[in-house]
């Protein structure tokens, strides 16, 4: 922490501290206030800062409470509002839809500090006070929400985020480009709703009339009525993600509204990216938060280094190519070697970098250097179905910022925990990345991301093929022995994902079962907004190819997808039965080495078998305890004989 440093205003006395009487930005976030370049909140606010811009932070507001938003006052230029780092819905329910326990973005983390739709309910509460006032909306919630999109929630179609909100403007993706421009617009007298010009941008309109060069889509209505509609609709956003490419798109609503998506904006160029992450972060949480108990999200990042934006991986289940795009954007060397400095001189710095990454650690530069010019091709990916002939597979970067990070003093270890995309590592034809990962920068375990075995599901996955994953899990291997280490691969795996039927889910369960012990970690497909693997949970067909897809949505056949693959758990065993019966995979079920499960009468006994040796144990035990009882009573007893003994010695 840098002398001279220190969070922006939370309220009407540090805005008084600094001589305020307005701020001009008020940005309103579902999150805990957490000055850290890894919260969009601060990355936001610092930026605007950093343009001369006086920003106050209300974090957590109650939203039951109108005056609750008025703390600082009204803005100047306007409100900006988030849900924060994570969308509400997903913070606050699990794929199953119950509530979660905890909130890690709160102090404490208390469930509940921020209510359901987050930014929709936090826009008409400043609406209910602020007539007029401008509202910019961001974040990943309102980013993935800015065109009609199923919300699994609900279970329905919902409108573009901007209509239910009444928000004036959406700036979506990393929009550090887009809030400067609005800023300067709003600052320079332009109404916001003329602010229509701005790349990474929605709006709205009330015709089309001076709306160039814009692809129109199906209407809500039509939308609604015809999922198949839905699907093209959604493809056609889904290519026109690109900011050299994409084309502006109009959704209509009715005869006199239309929402209007401009292309994104242009990717960050290496100097943006050293600034934006240069910046004068707390580095922290707000210290009003310490009696709570503080905000846990901070451990995930304390200690680790964003090296870039951006994924070319494209998988189908992730939102990352509507949010932060398909082209990398990276950090100079300088930049984070600067920052591993100022995280060694953290007093709890323990001499480890927890993580160097991004979305996809091994990422550094975009996949081929057209990209820079005429951006991602629009109908084809980098990697997928097999890495295209242009792609550049090189780690020579990554190595060398590896190696200038392990060479600082105070630092131990470098670790990388974010996702290796291991199909990358293996196109590049050198393999001194993978033999310096596996003797540097893993602790016992390298987790990465199969998804899944069955080639069927993979495809609808947008993931390689499973004979990909087994060459890599092959030469890792290969490698931990050359290097005589005992290092193990911890997969990552999903069930439920569209495509995968019961006969897929048993063949991941065979693939658990030759592993030898369960996965930590597996994920039920989660339907999140703007992604094709949701769209294909929505409408049954796969927007690429308009195919029909099977998709597991009944919550029971789910249900014993996931067991499928924790089948060890006896717990789940009457799920895996009615499964592999319904699979017609009954030789699965017995007392051979390749059985999952055995029969439900073997599973009695042996859980009779248990009990009774369990009581056995007891009675046992019980014995025991009253031998014990007993012995002692007799030594007192005993004790008591040659004390009376004594006694009627000595009055003799």
């Known amino acids: ?220 209505d039509e939308l609604k009525a015809d999922k198949g509609k839905y699907a093209r609709s959604f493809y056609t956003q889904y290519v026109n993600t690109d900011p050299f490419s994409g084309k502006r798109l109009a959704e209509p609503y009715g005869e006199h509204l239309y929402i209007v998506q401009n292309p994104p904006a242009r990717p960050l160029t290496t100097q943006e990216m050293d600034d934006v992450y240069g910046l004068p972060y707390m580095r922290s949480y707000h210290p009003s938060y310490e009696k709570a108990g503080g905000v846990s999200a901070i451990k995930e990042v304390q200690f680790s280094l964003t090296s870039s934006r951006g994924c070319f991986g494209g998988c189908s289940f992730c939102a990352l190519t509507f949010h932060q795009g398909r082209i990398i954007q990276a950090r100079s060397h300088r930049s984070l070697l600067e920052e591993a400095k100022l995280l060694t001189e953290d007093k709890e710095f323990k001499g480890y970098i927890h993580d160097v990454g991004g979305p996809t650690a091994n990422f550094r530069f975009p996949a081929c250097e057209k990209q820079l010019t005429k951006g991602a091709c629009p109908k084809k990916q980098c990697l997928f179905p097999k890495p295209c002939q242009n792609l550049r597979a090189d780690h020579g970067d990554y190595l060398r910022l590896l190696k200038g990070l392990r060479s600082l003093p105070k630092v131990k270890k470098v670790f990388i925990r974010s996702g290796i995309r291991f199909d990358y590592l293996l196109a590049d034809p050198d393999r001194k990345f993978l033999r310096e990962l596996c003797q540097h920068h893993v602790s016992g375990q390298l987790k990465v991301a199969p998804e899944h075995v069955s080639d069927k599901v993979l495809s609808r996955m947008g993931k390689p093929g499973s004979q990909v994953y087994r060459q890599f899990v092959k030469e890792y291997q290969t490698m931990n022995r050359q290097l005589g280490l005992k290092q193990y691969l911890v997969p990552y795996l999903m069930s439920s994902h569209p495509g995968s039927s019961l006969k897929e889910a048993v063949n991941l369960a065979e693939y658990v079962r030759d592993l030898g012990y369960m996965p930590e970690q597996v994920q039920d497909f989660y339907p999140t907004p703007s992604t094709i693997s949701t769209c294909m949970y929505y409408t049954g067909l796969d927007p690429r190819t308009m195919e029909p897809v099977y998709v597991p949505v009944n919550p029971h056949e789910k249900a014993m997808q996931r067991a499928l693959i924790q089948y060890k758990n006896p717990a789940m065993h009457g799920l895996v039965e009615e499964a592999l019966k319904k699979a017609g995979r009954q030789d699965l079920i017995g007392f051979g080495p390749k059985c999952l499960i055995r029969p439900e009468g073997a599973r009695e006994n042996l859980g009779n078998r248990h009990g009774n040796l369990g009581n056995r144990h007891e009675n046992a035990r019980s014995k025991h305890e009253n031998l014990r009882s007993g012995n002692a009573k007799n030594k007192r007893s005993a004790g008591k004989t040659r004390q009376s003994a004594e006694t009627h010695r000595k009055k003799r």
């Not at 300067?184 to 709703?193: F, M, N, P, T």
Request: charged share 25%; aromatic share 10%.
């Open 1 to 220: 922490m840098s002398q001279g440093r220190d969070f922006l205003p939370i309220s009407p006395s540090d805005m008084e501290k600094r001589g305020w009487d307005q701020c001009d930005f008020v940005y309103v976030t579902g999150d805990a206030y957490v000055d850290h370049p890894s919260f969009g909140t601060a990355v936001i606010s610092r930026v605007l800062e950093a343009h001369g811009y006086r920003v106050g932070i209300i974090a957590q507001p109650d939203w039951k409470r109108d005056e609750s938003i008025a703390l600082l006052g009204e803005p100047r230029l306007g409100f900006l509002v988030s849900s924060g780092n994570m969308d509400s819905m997903v913070n606050h329910y699990t794929v199953s839809k119950k509530r979660r326990k905890a909130d890690q973005y709160t102090p404490g983390g208390v469930m509940g500090k921020r209510p359901d739709y987050a930014v929709v309910v936090y826009c008409n509460l400043i609406r209910r006070t602020f007539k007029k006032t401008p509202i910019i909306i961001g974040g990943i919630e309102a980013s993935l929400r800015r065109l009609a999109h199923y919300d699994y929630w609900s279970d329905r179609l919902k409108h573009s985020i901007l209509v239910d909100s009444q928000a004036d403007l959406i700036s979506y993706g990393m929009g550090e480009r887009s809030i400067v421009q609005i800023a300067e617009g709003l600052e320079s007298g332009i109404a916001v709703s003329d602010l229509t010009f701005i790349d990474g941008t929605v709006y709205k309109a009330k015709s089309l009339d001076s709306v160039y060069d814009c692809i129109r889509l199906p209407s809500f």
